[in-house]
């Protein structure tokens, strides 16, 4: 147990020195992606095969092992998540991808044991051909800058001595023991750090109302109740590296006169909520969280609370309801919870980007921060890089950067060599931009005016054969099943935008629904009364906006542009290529297909019902929709 601030330099101390020992680090990513295709089944299997050659191994970083060990580790998210599972091999950096259990025998026997390189695990550039060894090599990461994301994949999110030996919890001490709160407070301004959460608000601002709201009792609470479709920013840092976002937690208690904090994680999450869970009572346990921290006065624990999964709970003060025990629904603001939050209490939200972002802005200054990004959102911010980009994965990149830089340089451009569309940022909040916006500042200011945002950070990337009509509706749906119901717009407005999208969609609808479509958007935007009916309508919005000529052929020409919308395709038969073998007469259900036997078939588009089973059946790839 730490009692003092020379203990924990001491420990400090021990810990660097036996990573100093380390001959080699083996690190096998176990973020949620990679143990989902077997990497800890490849964890196992290099700790077999280590074994097996009787190497000197070390599975924690105190461990007592001979010197210069081979430490064997997991580790949080890489990024690159397509690419997984992810082993990457310190020194050097070098970065193997797809890794199965079968290949550890290879590496082992080439890398550790020979020191040569595996060739056919490592990063081949599709375009170039070339193969890098090291992960800093690859274009993936080429451009980001990672802050909140610093120690994922480069320590053992279970090993709090781990964390310490990399420079945690150096800023809560240098915090405690060299600054006030009101310093504190003013680093975080000076930094200029925006929510990262999506609403963007000056995180120092927010903790300057609750510092100066008088209560005997004030509470942090970290929102990791992520819900966009897609996103998985935060999951990853709770993942990847628990104990930053307790620090930050920590830093926040500290500046604003809190003793007490909630994560606040969906229970989808349960390898973030086992990871928090272990970081919180070794924590505890250390003496890093509880009573008179390090003997500074300074008292904080931490509660994990598991949400249940409603979207609307990302919202603070449906957030607080659900903690007390009420149901996850929103109220009017003012009281805002910086004066009145849980329990009634002056109470502090931020999001799990927000608070893995303090630790480096107090040991480094706020200026150091403000150094990346723009004038009005500095820093860097993570985004979930999905769609149809040939890379997809988590990215940290700083403000500023353009849309262009992350589709084309980061993610390495479209699939299949398709032409780039839109891009989707901001989730089911944010709206859709087009091929117009790829040089477009990537920041608050600057995608609000775009009628986007940036949210949470979702961000995905569509291609030609995508139906702008159907990813509103797509949007409007989920939104529309996440409403809590309490107020009128959101809860009967998103309903009615998703029947008259449905409408388009199928081929109902007139030229007026789409007046209708627009002044409702508008209505729900005003008279909602939270961020989730408030942003509900920015999807619909952009689309009308940027794609309008879309919406119109639906209504007008009864065609969809992309040939996705199955209500308004006709299926044909390419009588050039259609043998006459007649398979697709024979599974039509409804009887509309005719033909003669080794002759070519038609369709009756009259009586065709669109199931597609003919198009499925047909092995001359004969059938097609227009």
């Not at 904090?261 to 086992?274: C, I, M, N, Q």
């Not at 297909?593 to 198009?615: F, Q, R, S």
Request: with cysteine.
């Amino acid at each position: 147990m730490l009692k003092s601030m020379d203990d924990f330099l001491n420990l400090y101390k021990q810990s660097q020195e036996a990573l100093g020992r380390e001959k080699m680090r083996i690190l096998i990513c176990a973020g949620t992606g990679c143990v989902a295709n077997g990497s800890l089944d490849v964890y196992d299997e290099f700790l077999s095969r280590v074994k097996e050659q009787n190497l000197p191994v070390k599975v924690h970083l105190m461990e007592e092992v001979d010197d210069e060990p081979h430490a064997l580790n997991i580790s949080g998210c890489h990024g690159f998540c397509e690419m997984g599972p992810l082993v990457r091999i310190e020194p050097g950096g070098v970065f193997y991808h797809h890794v199965k259990k079968d290949d550890v025998k290879e590496i082992v026997d080439k890398h550790i044991l020979n020191n040569q390189l595996v060739e056919r695990l490592l990063y081949t550039h599709p375009v170039t051909g070339q193969t890098v060894a090291t992960q800093d090599e690859i274009p993936f990461y080429q451009k980001q800058t990672r802050v909140a994301l610093e120690h994922c994949g480069r320590i053992n999110p279970d090993d709090l001595n781990d964390y310490i030996a990399h420079g945690g919890y150096q800023a809560i001490t240098r915090a405690l023991f060299n600054m006030t709160p009101e310093k504190v407070v003013e680093e975080v301004l000076d930094s200029g750090l925006r929510g990262r959460g999506g609403g963007g608000f000056p995180t120092g601002k927010k903790w300057q109302f609750a510092a100066s709201t008088q209560g005997a009792k004030k509470y942090i609470i970290c929102n990791g109740d992520e819900g966009d479709p897609g996103a998985f920013m935060d999951r990853s840092v709770m993942e990847g590296d628990p104990h930053r976002v307790l620090e930050g937690m920590m830093i926040a208690g500290f500046a604003i006169g809190a003793d007490e904090g909630y994560v606040y994680v969906r229970a989808e999450y349960p390898l973030a909520v086992k990871r928090l869970k272990r970081a919180v009572a070794e924590a505890a346990r250390t003496g890093l969280l509880g009573d008179n921290i390090l003997n500074s006065g300074f008292s904080f624990k931490v509660n994990i609370k598991e949400g249940a999964g409603a979207f609307v709970c990302g919202e603070e003060t449906a957030l607080i309801a659900s903690i007390e025990g009420e149901r996850g629904m929103p109220r009017p603001r003012p009281p805002f919870p910086a004066n009145k939050g849980l329990w009634n209490c002056p109470t502090i939200i931020n999001n799990v980007e927000t608070l893995a972002n303090l630790p480096s802005i107090i040991l480094k200054g706020g200026k150091w921060f403000k150094g990346f990004g723009t004038e009005g959102s500095p820093g860097t911010k993570t985004f979930a890089l999905a769609g149809q980009v040939a890379h997809t994965g988590l990215v940290e990149i700083p403000m500023g950067i353009s849309l262009r830089e992350i589709v084309f340089d980061i993610g390495g451009g479209l699939r299949e060599n398709k032409k780039f569309k839109a891009v989707q940022i901001g989730g089911p909040s944010g709206g859709c931009l087009t091929e117009n916006h790829l040089d477009l500042s990537l920041d608050y200011d600057e995608l609000r005016k775009a009628g986007a945002m940036i949210g949470s950070g979702g961000l995905v990337v569509m291609g030609e054969d995508t139906c702008m009509v159907e990813v509103a509706k797509f949007f409007m749906g989920f939104v529309q099943n996440e409403s809590c119901g309490k107020c009128v717009p959101c809860r009967e407005g998103t309903k009615r935008m998703l029947e008259i999208l449905t409408a388009i969609t199928e081929g109902r609808a007139g030229e007026e629904d789409l007046l209708l479509l627009e002044e409702l958007a508008l209505a729900v935007q005003d008279g909602s009364l939270c961020g989730l009916g408030k942003t509900a309508p920015n999807p619909v919005l952009t689309t009308l906006k940027y794609f309008k000529d879309e919406y119109i052929a639906h209504i007008r020409d009864k065609k969809c542009p992309a040939g996705v919308c199955k209500a308004l395709l006709d299926y044909h038969i390419d009588q050039d290529k259609c043998k006459g073998c007649g398979l697709c007469a024979k599974v039509c259900p409804a009887e509309a297909i005719t033909g003669n036997k080794k002759e070519p078939h038609v369709i009756d588009v009259a009586k065709c019902l669109k199931c597609g089973t003919c198009m499925e059946k047909c092995k001359f790839d004969a059938i097609y929709t227009a």
